[in-house]
């Protein structure tokens, strides 16, 4: 196994998790928040997704998927176009209103095969390049995919976790 496969494997993980957290849920289920402070399904798997189409496009010198195949006016949020969630606050998570499992699906599965296209010519000097240097040390290529990855796998157990309270409700 090269770089590339372990990669999209993993991406490919994520890809799984997402479906299984959020399809067959109704609108108030991907809105349900635990309490006031928690973030909702929908919230999470938008947020992993941004996250992951914002730093992949970077790296790739690519466009985000979210404005080019105009997921931006599909989900129809109050948010600038750049938002990814970071950094929200209670209300901002409450305005992340999806009512279908499959927005939030299709949007994930987009953004999957954006990043699967990048990552299968990916070799492993690549992964040595520096893609931030706002840091100290500087961020390489390796270094983002696996914060990504990490970010993703973290948000979408969080998901899951969040269903299976629901469903015991």
């Known amino acids: ?37 928690a973030n909702s399904i929908a919230w999470l798997v938008w947020h992993l997704t941004r996250v992951q189409d914002d ?27 750049a938002d ?7 209300a901002d998570v409450e305005a992340v209103r999806v009512d279908r499992p499959d927005l939030l699906t299709g949007y994930y599965d987009a953004v999957h095969e954006q990043t699967v296209r990048y990552l299968e010519n990916l070799d492993e000097p690549a992964l040595d390049r ?6 100290d040390p500087p961020v390489t290529l390796g270094v983002r995919l696996v914060s990504v990855l990490d970010d993703d796998i973290q948000h979408a157990g969080q998901a899951m976790f969040v269903r299976g309270v629901l469903e015991r409700r």
């Open 130 to 135: 520096v893609v931030d240097e706002a840091w």
């Open 84 to 90: 990814t969630g970071y950094g929200h606050r209670p």
């Open 1 to 37: 196994m090269n770089v590339a496969d372990l990669l999209v494997d993993g991406f490919g993980r994520v890809r799984e998790n997402v479906h299984a957290a959020v399809e067959g849920l109704t609108a108030e289920q991907l809105r349900a928040r635990l309490d006031d402070e």
């Open 55 to 81: 730093h992949v496009a970077d790296v790739a010198g690519t466009e985000q998927v979210w404005t080019g195949q105009d997921w931006l006016s599909r989900f129809g949020l109050p948010f600038p176009a």
